[in-house]
């Protein structure tokens, strides 16, 4: 069971509904076998609210298309709260545009991988990157979206 909270700092003209982030997450969720109880939050940025974000998180002064704040627990707090995202908007829009993607499969793309980092997945190394673009891929067929590293 997923709780997720979807808050948007930005005009809603081009970008996804709430449900839709939800059916995302949750195809995550699913393909990464995570079966317990689910909470996270998104947050649709602009470009500004996204440039400080990884600027002050990553050191990178430049906005990108999302930033994963895996939950950090104190030691024997079991809650189901894996995080949160933050999804630019901009960003996005532009990527899918220059990259000739579907605008609502890039959002997608965006989400699942997101996701996936909140859940431990990272693309640092070599091995990593390719397990988790596989893992992606696959989750992204289940929704009917095309290979997003073709």
Request: proline share 5%; charged share 25%; aromatic share 6%.
């Amino acid at each position: 069971m997923l709780q997720l909270s979807v808050g948007y700092a930005v005009a809603r003209a081009g970008v996804p509904s709430s449900a839709s982030f939800r059916q995302w997450a949750e195809a995550a969720l699913r393909g990464a076998r995570r079966r317990k109880a689910t909470e996270l939050s998104i947050r649709i940025v602009d470009t500004d609210e996204g440039r400080a974000l990884n600027r002050d998180y990553r050191d990178k002064d430049y906005a990108t298309n999302v930033l994963s704040f895996p939950a950090e627990l104190p030691p024997g707090i079991d809650l189901p709260l894996i995080g949160d995202l933050a999804i630019c908007a901009p960003v996005v829009a532009r990527e899918a545009t220059e990259q000739g993607k579907r605008p609502r499969d890039h959002w997608a793309h965006m989400t699942v991988h997101g996701v996936l980092h909140l859940l431990g997945y990272d693309h640092i190394e070599d091995a990593e990157a390719e397990a988790m673009e596989a893992l992606e891929t696959r989750i992204l067929a289940g929704l009917g979206i095309s290979d997003p590293y073709a």
